[in-house]
């Protein structure tokens, strides 16, 4: 794939309005709904100051987590634009939809220098289906396309990329940033090279394994995606997140990887609780054996053990996805404890994914870090050397 793209410095957007997708799927809190980690929205600012220093009109747009029925006000972009507004320190004009009257009332009156955010483009039920229509629709509000959304370029949708097709559409600096730092470091990677995988997205992440079979030295499985893992191999995992349809596929992984010498490791313990709450009461169990009723949700002392051994001499680790729940601090451990390896560790690490980045972030260890992504899904596949849509539109060098 052509990851030389052009770039917003390759266009005039003098005087046009600019239509800037970027990732604003920020972690928020469960309760309130308070951003807890504005990363990614940090990450757009030099994309979007430069788009009104050089007299653009900026309607940028987002997804937010994972609308199923249409408008869901507690997925709104709102919070976002109030940030937004506040790092940049001017107005962001809030539409209320996405393509409909509000929105394109108010990008028909943006003015250069102005910059207004769309509401959460999954709101449009043809979003994640790639609708050409509402592509159309989008791109009529704007001259110009510029993709900065690095953490969505995996998606083929219609802001990620159907967009591409009615407007010239080129890259922001987070996305040439991001291709740069993580291409540098796996073209030719210190070995050994180490990938860890967690978090609760397990159906969208399982499947990158095979093909990290390929390049890495050391797979670590932990998360919600240990489950499906211990199933397939008999185990009792109670009410804990599992991926029936991905058992056999598991069973298949744990085949390949002792035929190609990669080692696989999984949890050998695990924290269980007795709900998913942070004053829940908790317990270590040996892996498959939770009982019904209880579900596991960190890691457990043997299995950090054999992880942070297992890091110590990498020379690369990509991480992607915590160890457990850490947002409740009982079930934090496994996730701060590999965070700490890491951070000790003289290996190149490049951590991935919106939680993980929070992770890091919030126990103090983003300084020690190689490269925290603002991408998870997106970086794992652009690791494993996956076309990823949302750049492939754009218009080459
Ligand atoms: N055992 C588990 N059971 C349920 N959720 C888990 C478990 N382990 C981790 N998680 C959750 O996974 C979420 C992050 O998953 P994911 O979105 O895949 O990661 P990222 O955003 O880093 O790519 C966190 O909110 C965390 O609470
Ligand atoms: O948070 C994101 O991905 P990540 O959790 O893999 O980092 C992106 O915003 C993509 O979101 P999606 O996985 O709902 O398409």
Known sequence: ??????????????????????????????????????????????????????GAAVIACSHLGKPKEGPDPKL??????????????????????????????KAAALKPGEIMLLENTRFEKGETKNDPELAKKMASMAEVYVSDAFGAVHRAHASTAGVADYLPAVSGFLIQKELEIIGGALADPKRPLVAILGGSKVSSKIGVINNLLEIADTIIIGGGMAYTFSAAEGGKVGDSL??????????????????????????????????????????????????????????????????????????????????????????????????????NTNAITIIGGGDSAAAVQQLGYADKMTHISTGGGASLEFMEGKELPGVACLLDK
């Open 76 to 105: 709104s972009l709102a919070p976002v634009a109030g940030r937004l507004a506040e790092l940049l320190g001017k107005p962001v004009i809030m539409a209320a939809d996405v393509v409909g009257p509000d929105a394109t009332a």
């Open 242 to 343: 599992l991926e029936a349809d991905w058992e056999d596929y598991s069973k298949e992984m744990v085949a390949k990887a002792k035929a190609k010498g990669v080692k696989l490791l999984l949890p050998v313990d695990t924290v269980i609780a007795d709900a998913f709450a942070p004053d829940a009461n908790h317990k270590v169990v040996a892996s498959g054996e939770i009982p019904d009723g209880w579900q596991g949700l960190d890691i457990g002392p043997e299995t950090v053990k054999l992880y942070c051994d297992a890091v110590k001499d990498a020379g690369t680790v990509i991480w992607n996805g915590p160890m457990g729940v850490f947002e409740f601090p009982a079930f934090a451990v496994g996730t701060k404890a590999v965070a700490e390896a890491l951070a």
């Open 1 to 54: 794939m052509n990851y030389n793209k052009k770039t917003v410095k390759d266009v005039d957007v003098k005087g046009k309005k600019v239509l800037l997708r970027c990732d604003f799927n920020v972690p928020q809190d469960k309760a309130t709904g308070a951003i807890t980690d504005d990363k990614r929205i940090v990450a757009a600012l030099p994309t979007i100051q430069y788009l009104l220093d050089n």
